[in-house]
Every structure is written in structure tokens, then in C-alpha cells.
């Protein structure tokens, strides 16, 4: 993300916070996509991402006032968002497995891209959830992996052993040796 947006959302939080409805609106235009991208990631279900990600904004606008460091908001809203998710996993039956096959569902939400970038972006869908939204969050995002462990709710040392798994994942998959 570059300096100029991340200024720009720095606004947009204290705005929203000193109560200005206009800036809240815009907040959510600006992290509202890639939000739902990161549940859908998460969920490999489309509408339950849309849920999820409906329920956070509402614990958002409620705990934004103890948010010390407007910085600190997209990583805050992702581990809103992650927790969501979680707690709509948990309450589907034991038995249910999540489906990585949410590729032609996340794709349509992201920006147009080239072939190659396609690609990857097929690769990175076809990863297990976890995995996916890990090399997500550090490489499309550009978080850092203290970002990523917080967004995420786990550990550092889970997110480089994700991270090194999704890295040989899609290092096969790319070189056509297996199917991700």
C-alpha cells in the first residue's frame, strides 16, 4: 500500500472516530474489499465472507475509540475480521472441512491483472485457507509478519511455517510439477 493511502486511511480513522459520518463511509469503501477478500480467503464461502465482514464493521465502529494508533487499523480490522471467521467456522458442524475452492470466487474481486498474475493469484486460492490468506496478507497486502501473526490471531513462528509452506505450495503449482 503505498504512503499516500495509508495516510489517506489514517484520516479516514481519526475522522470516522471524531464522529464524521462522510469519512466513516469512505473507510469502509477503502478497507471494505479487501476485508471481504481476506474472509473469503478465510471461509472459501463468498456470502459467509459477506457476513462476517458485516459483523466486524459493527465491532469496528464500536472499538474504535480504543484504538491507540490510527496505523494500526488495517491489521486491527484483519484480526477483527479473522476472529469473525473464526467463530463462523466453529459454529458449523465438527465434520465440516473447509473447501480451497474458492478460486473463481476471490478472483472476480480482484483488480484486472495480466496472465502471469492470474496465475498466481489461481495458485495462491487453490492454497489451503490458511496458507492463502498468510502469503496474502505478506505479500499483497505488505504486512509485516508481526502484522500478519496479529491480523491472523497466531503465533510469528506459525505464520513462517505457513509462509514456507504456501512458498513450496505455490513453487509447484507454478512449475506445473502438481496441481496446489
Not at 475509540?65 to 475480521?81: E, G, H, T, Y
Not at 459454529?91 to 496465475?119: N, V
Amino acid at each position: 500500500m503505498s504512503d499516500a493511502r495509508r495516510a489517506y486511511e489514517e484520516f479516514l480513522v481519526a475522522s470516522t472516530r471524531a464522529g464524521d459520518q462522510k469519512a466513516a463511509i469512505a473507510l469502509v469503501e477503502l478497507r471494505g474489499p479487501r476485508l471481504l477478500l481476506h474472509a473469503t480467503r478465510l471461509l472459501g464461502n463468498h456470502e459467509e465472507a459477506q457476513d462476517a465482514v458485516q459483523d466486524a464493521w459493527v465491532d469496528v465502529f464500536k472499538g474504535l475509540r480504543s484504538l491507540r494508533s490510527d496505523a494500526a487499523f488495517p491489521v486491527w480490522a484483519l484480526r477483527i475480521v479473522t476472529r469473525k471467521c473464526a467463530a463462523l467456522i466453529k459454529g458449523k458442524q465438527r465434520d465440516r472441512s473447509i473447501t480451497a475452492s474458492f478460486a473463481e470466487d476471490s478472483l472476480e474481486y480482484m483488480e484486472p491483472a495480466p496472465a502471469e498474475t492470474r496465475d498466481l493469484a489461481r495458485a495462491i486460492a487453490a492454497l489451503p485457507p490458511a496458507q492463502a490468506a498468510t502469503i496474502a496478507l505478506f505479500y499483497i497486502e505488505d504486512l509485516s509478519l508481526t502484522e500478519v501473526s496479529i491480523a491472523l490471531d497466531v503465533p510469528v513462528g506459525t505464520i513462517k511455517s505457513r509462509l514456507s509452506e504456501a512458498r513450496k505450495n505455490l513453487k509447484s503449482a507454478l512449475e506445473g510439477e502438481t496441481d496446489v
